[in-house]
C-alpha cells in the first residue's frame, strides 16, 4: 500500500465527545481501539479542523476548507503543527501510526496470554490492594445468597468498577457457592472484532490476582459445531473492558480454585434493527447459540453463563443534543425498569423489539450480549437485583447498568 502523504492528513477513526468545565464546552478526542493511549481536549474550531483532514486535502485546501465555514484563515504554520502533534499520538491514518500498529498486533497475537490491560487504571494493580478494594463493595452486599449454589447465569455491569462496584458485587455474590469449573463471559465490543458476530479469545486472561486459562473444550466444541473460526476477530479483545472486569471479579471470588473462561465479545447488532425478525433471522447468530447451548446443557452445574452488559448511555458525550436533568434521569429509569421487564422474563425476542421499537435512540451498548445470553439460557427467568445510574457531571451524561441471576 502505497504510503499517505503527510500533507494530505487522514484522521484515523477517533472517539469524540463534549466536555464541559464550567460554562467553557471543549472537544474531547481518544483512539478507541487503543493504539494510542493518548486522549486530548481542544476548542471546537481546531476540532472543525481535524474533522476536515479526510486525506483529500493539503494544507492550503484544508486553509480554505476552514475559512469556508468559519471565515477564518488559520495560518499554515499552525494547521501543519497540529498535523504533526497528530502525527506524533498516532491519531493519522501514516507510516507512523502503521508502524506502531504492527508492533503492537505482532506482540498480542505472539503472547500465549491476553495481559490485564486496565490494571492500575480501572483498578489497583498491586494484589492485595485489588483484593481489598473489590471485598469493599461485597461487604456492603445484603442480597442472599443460594445455598445450594444452583445459578445458571448472571448480568453484570462493565461500568468502571469504581461507579458500579456494589452492582458487580450483588451479582457475584450470586455464583459465590457454585460448582461451575467453567464462564462463557459474553462482552461488549466496543471497537471492531471482524466480519463474525462473535470473536472468542483463545488466550489465558491475566488479572493481578492470578491467570484464568482459557476454556479450549468449549472453544473446540463451537468451533467444531458451527463449522466457524469464532478467533478470527480476537485482535478485539487487547484493550476490551467488558470482559476484563469480568475476569478480576472471577479470580477474587475464587482464588484458590481453577475456572476456566471462554472470552467472547459480541458486535453490534444495529444492522438488524430495522430486520422484522430482528435476531433469530440470522443465520450466524443462530449457530452461535445453538452451539454454545448445546455445550452448556451437557455440562449441567458446570458452566456459568455471564453476560457482562451496561444498558443506556445517553446525553451529549453519547450523541445527544441536550444536557441532562433529574427529569432527564426519572425518565431513564422508567426505560430501562421497562426494558428489564423483557430481561427478567427471560424473553430475547420482545427485549430487542423494544429496542427495535425505539431504534436503540438510548445507545443500549448491552444489546447484543443480554439478547445472546437469554438465547442461551432461553426458558429461564431472571431476578433483578440492583439498578444504578451513572451521571457525568464534565459531559452532563449518563450511563445506566444493572444485576440479574438466573
Not at 10 to 26: H, I, S, Y
Not at 76 to 93: H, M, P, T, V, Y
Not at 277 to 290: H, K, L, T, Y
Request: proline residues 7%.
Amino acid at each position: 500500500m502505497k504510503p499517505l502523504a503527510i500533507d494530505k492528513p487522514k484522521v484515523r477513526p477517533l472517539l469524540a465527545f463534549p466536555v464541559r468545565n464550567g460554562t467553557q464546552e471543549r472537544i474531547h478526542l481518544r483512539d478507541p481501539e487503543g493504539y494510542s493511549d493518548a486522549a486530548i481536549e481542544m476548542e471546537h474550531p481546531t476540532y472543525l479542523l481535524i474533522t476536515l483532514m479526510n486525506g483529500t486535502r493539503d494544507v492550503p485546501e484544508l486553509r480554505e476548507a476552514f475559512h469556508r465555514r468559519t471565515g477564518v484563515h488559520p495560518p499554515e504554520e499552525q494547521i501543519r503543527e497540529l498535523i504533526a502533534n497528530l502525527s506524533r499520538i498516532c491519531f493519522l491514518d501514516d507510516d507512523v501510526f502503521r508502524a506502531l500498529q504492527g508492533r503492537v498486533e505482532e506482540s498480542f497475537y505472539r503472547s500465549g496470554t491476553r495481559p490485564a490491560a486496565l490494571s492500575g487504571n480501572a483498578y489497583p494493580e498491586a494484589p492485595q490492594e485489588l483484593a481489598a478494594f473489590l471485598g469493599s463493595y461485597f461487604a456492603g452486599s445484603t442480597t442472599p445468597v443460594p445455598e445450594d449454589g444452583t445459578v445458571s447465569g448472571i448480568v453484570a455491569p462493565h461500568i468502571d468498577i469504581r461507579q458500579g462496584g456494589l452492582c458487580y458485587a450483588e451479582a457475584y455474590r450470586q455464583i459465590a457457592k457454585s460448582r461451575a469449573r467453567s464462564a462463557i463471559v459474553l462482552g461488549t465490543a466496543h471497537g471492531p472484532i471482524g466480519g463474525h458476530r462473535y470473536a472468542i479469545c483463545p488466550k489465558d486472561f491475566e488479572t493481578p490476582l492470578g491467570t484464568l486459562p482459557c476454556d479450549t473444550e468449549a472453544l473446540q466444541a463451537i468451533e467444531a459445531d458451527t463449522g466457524i473460526d469464532w478467533t478470527a476477530g480476537q485482535f478485539g479483545h487487547r484493550n476490551e473492558h467488558s470482559v476484563e472486569f469480568q475476569a478480576v471479579f472471577l479470580k477474587y471470588l475464587f482464588p484458590d480454585r481453577e475456572i476456566r473462561i471462554l472470552p467472547v465479545l459480541c458486535n453490534s447488532f444495529v444492522d438488524l434493527l430495522d430486520e422484522a425478525a430482528g435476531p433469530r433471522q440470522d443465520a450466524s447468530i443462530a449457530r452461535f447459540v445453538e452451539a454454545v447451548s448445546k455445550y452448556v446443557t451437557a455440562r449441567p452445574g458446570e458452566v456459568l453463563v455471564i453476560a457482562g452488559a451496561d444498558l443506556s448511555h445517553i446525553g451529549p458525550k453519547f450523541g445527544h443534543p441536550n444536557p441532562l436533568d433529574k427529569t432527564d434521569l426519572a425518565d431513564l429509569r422508567e426505560y430501562d425498569h421497562a426494558l428489564l421487564r423483557h430481561v427478567v422474563a427471560g424473553n430475547p425476542e420482545t427485549f430487542f423489539r423494544e429496542i427495535q421499537r425505539e431504534q436503540d435512540r438510548n445507545n443500549v451498548c448491552g444489546v447484543p450480549n443480554l439478547y445472546t445470553f437469554l438465547r442461551i439460557l432461553e426458558g429461564l427467568e431472571g431476578h433483578l437485583l440492583r439498578y444504578d445510574q451513572y451521571f457525568e457531571p464534565p459531559t452532563a451524561s449518563a450511563v445506566s447498568y444493572a444485576s440479574l441471576v438466573f
